[in-house]
């Protein structure tokens, strides 16, 4: 007969005492409940103990004694101990008496069968625990088994997508930019690097090729100079990227400036700068290289919005505008691509650690110049990479790399506007009112 018993309960309270239990039936399983310090309550529905009143009358040690009464009233018990796992435990005990005999009453009789009809489904009982004991373990351990596997496969299958594979990265001289360059490159990935800062390029390129620490086949990176903010520059640019490898597998339009401002007081010029370097320069690029791509149905395109894609903060219109429309840009994309098997992925991180904050424009045009403290506090830009990569490797279409609070915030932007506005609100006069005092 088995017993499933919450050992912990019984070990924290009541371990080594003489204790009362309430005794509660639940299916065929018998429960006892350490919690409760009701003496002799009639173990509910448990037909088992019909003929009298059933109670736990003692516990010590390990071992446990159930007291019931039979038909004619003679107090009769059994002894378990209990063992087993911490999880289910069991109690074996002294099997209950023998078939009545003739001149035994029908009540007796009665009993008796109802005794049997407990020792069978008692049977059902113990092949259903020989039952879970014996395939749970396996079981485990075959789907321990089996997600190794697929994990495996699955970082087999990234190595080879991006081994070899033409990664070009945009806002390679800086922050995020210049960490993903390292971990591709690590991947074997042949890099385009771009950028408008010619020498920081060139010193990011020295520091790649003296950094031959993987088994994977290594290849010199290139660099491409130019102004996102300029189209002109884009077309000449992309005509140079298609040269350094004769092709593009992978697109990571990452370069991007912030903006910290009040709507009132900023110029359309820093609202149409900041659009062109995050929302159309990046579209022009990949505008210019899709059709490369469409040609040899292959090719991954890659947005690195933010958080401030999918909500929008006060003092930072143009930015949280300009990844709002890089996010619905590409989503269309990735609708529009499918047919060609170009992937899609729009990125949106959450705080990193890098100059953003201190490149951002302000109101009047002029740098920002100051390294935020929820900037500082950031992700470290190298995890982010290390997660844009897994990404591009599994080819997701959209992540979310932040802190649970602004991950949140999106739910609560699309389940309770209202509220999340009226939090926008508060924020924005509070952040008025520091800028005042
Ligand atoms: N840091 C953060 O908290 C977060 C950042 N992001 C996004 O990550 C991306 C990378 O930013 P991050 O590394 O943080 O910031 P950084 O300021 O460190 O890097 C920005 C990069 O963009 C390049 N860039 C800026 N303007 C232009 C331009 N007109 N033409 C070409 N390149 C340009 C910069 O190159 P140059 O050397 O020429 O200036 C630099 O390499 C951005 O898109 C940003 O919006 C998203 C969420 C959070
Ligand atoms: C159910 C409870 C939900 C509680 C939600 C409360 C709302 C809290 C608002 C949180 C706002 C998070 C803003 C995150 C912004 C962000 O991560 O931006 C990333 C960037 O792009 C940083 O750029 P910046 O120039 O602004 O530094």
């Given at each position: 007969?088995i017993?499933?018993?919450?050992?912990?309960?019984?070990?924290?309270?009541?371990?080594?005492?003489r204790?009362p239990?309430?005794?509660?039936?639940?299916?065929?399983?018998?429960y006892f409940?350490?919690?409760?310090?009701?003496?002799?309550?009639?173990?509910?529905?448990w037909?088992?103990?019909?003929?009298?009143?059933?109670?736990?009358?003692h516990?010590?040690?390990?071992?446990?004694?159930?007291i019931?009464?039979?038909?004619?009233?003679?107090?009769?018990?059994?002894?378990?101990?209990?063992?087993?796992?911490?999880?289910?435990?069991?109690?074996?005990?002294?099997?209950?008496g023998?078939?009545?005999?003739?001149?035994?009453?029908?009540?007796?009789?009665?009993?008796?069968?109802?005794?049997?009809?407990?020792?069978?489904?008692?049977?059902?009982?113990?092949?259903?625990?020989?039952?879970?004991s014996?395939?749970?373990?396996?079981?485990?351990?075959?789907?321990?088994?089996?997600?190794s596997?697929?994990k495996?496969?699955?970082?087999?299958?990234m190595?080879a997508?991006?081994?070899?594979?033409?990664?070009?990265?945009?806002?390679?001289?800086?922050?995020?930019?210049?960490?993903?360059?390292?971990?591709?490159?690590?991947?074997?990935?042949?890099?385009?690097?771009?950028?408008?800062?010619?020498?920081?390029?060139?010193?990011?390129?020295?520091?790649?090729?003296?950094?031959?620490?993987?088994?994977?086949?290594?290849?010199?990176?290139y660099?491409?100079?130019f102004?996102l903010?300029?189209?002109?520059?884009?077309?000449?640019?992309?005509?140079?990227?298609l040269?350094?490898?004769?092709?593009?597998?992978?697109?990571?339009?990452?370069?991007?400036?912030?903006?910290?401002?009040?709507?009132t007081d900023?110029?359309?010029d820093?609202?149409?700068?900041?659009?062109?370097?995050?929302?159309?320069?990046p579209v022009?690029?990949?505008?210019?290289?899709?059709?490369?791509?469409?040609?040899?149905?292959?090719?991954?395109?890659?947005?690195?919005?933010?958080?401030?894609?999918?909500?929008?903060?006060?003092?930072?219109?143009?930015?949280?505008?300009?990844?709002?429309?890089?996010?619905?840009?590409?989503?269309?994309?990735?609708?529009?691509?499918?047919?060609?098997?170009?992937?899609?992925?729009?990125?949106?991180?959450?705080?990193?650690?890098?100059?953003?904050?201190?490149?951002?424009?302000?109101?009047?045009?002029?740098?920002?110049?100051?390294?935020?403290?929820?900037?500082?506090q950031?992700?470290?830009?190298?995890?982010?990479?290390r997660?844009?990569l897994?990404?591009?490797?599994?080819?997701?279409?959209?992540?979310?790399?932040?802190?649970?609070?602004?991950?949140?915030?999106?739910?609560?932007?699309?389940?309770?506007?209202?509220l999340?506005?009226?939090?926008?609100?508060?924020?924005?006069?509070?952040?008025?009112?520091s800028k005042?005092?």
């Amino acid at each position: 007969m088995i017993f499933p018993i919450s050992l912990r309960k019984i070990e924290g309270r009541h371990s080594g005492k003489r204790t009362p239990f309430r005794l509660q039936s639940c299916l065929s399983y018998l429960y006892f409940d350490g919690s409760t310090s009701n003496a002799h309550a009639r173990p509910k529905g448990w037909d088992w103990t019909e003929p009298g009143e059933g109670s736990l009358r003692h516990f010590r040690g390990g071992r446990m004694k159930l007291i019931d009464h039979d038909v004619c009233g003679n107090q009769r018990s059994r002894e378990g101990l209990l063992t087993g796992s911490p999880l289910v435990s069991r109690l074996s005990h002294s099997p209950w008496g023998k078939r009545p005999e003739k001149k035994d009453t029908g009540t007796r009789t009665r009993h008796w069968h109802s005794s049997c009809h407990l020792r069978k489904s008692l049977l059902k009982l113990r092949i259903m625990d020989f039952l879970t004991s014996t395939a749970i373990l396996p079981l485990l351990f075959g789907c321990v088994g089996v997600f190794s596997l697929l994990k495996l496969l699955q970082r087999m299958r990234m190595r080879a997508y991006l081994q070899n594979a033409v990664v070009v990265i945009t806002g390679a001289t800086s922050g995020l930019g210049r960490e993903c360059a390292k971990v591709f490159y690590a991947a074997g990935a042949k890099l385009v690097l771009c950028g408008r800062n010619r020498e920081a390029l060139e010193e990011l390129t020295k520091e790649l090729t003296a950094s031959q620490v993987t088994k994977v086949e290594m290849h010199k990176p290139y660099m491409v100079t130019f102004d996102l903010a300029d189209p002109g520059a884009i077309v000449a640019a992309t005509a140079e990227i298609l040269r350094c490898f004769g092709c593009v597998d992978v697109l990571i339009n990452n370069a991007g400036v912030s903006y910290r401002g009040a709507i009132t007081d900023t110029t359309m010029d820093v609202d149409k700068t900041v659009m062109e370097i995050n929302y159309f320069g990046p579209v022009a690029l990949t505008k210019a290289l899709l059709p490369s791509m469409i040609k040899r149905q292959r090719g991954h395109i890659v947005a690195i919005s933010s958080i401030q894609g999918k909500i929008s903060i006060p003092f930072r219109s143009a930015y949280a505008a300009s990844k709002h429309a890089t996010q619905a840009f590409f989503d269309c994309l990735r609708a529009e691509m499918e047919q060609y098997e170009i992937e899609v992925t729009v990125i949106s991180p959450g705080y990193i650690h890098t100059n953003l904050s201190l490149n951002a424009l302000t109101a009047d045009g002029s740098k920002y110049g100051v390294m935020d403290k929820t900037t500082a506090q950031g992700r470290r830009p190298v995890e982010v990479a290390r997660d844009v990569l897994a990404a591009v490797g599994k080819k997701k279409k959209d992540v979310i790399l932040a802190d649970l609070l602004p991950s949140l915030a999106i739910y609560l932007r699309t389940l309770a506007p209202g509220l999340f506005f009226s939090l926008m609100a508060s924020r924005a006069r509070k952040e008025q009112k520091s800028k005042n005092s």
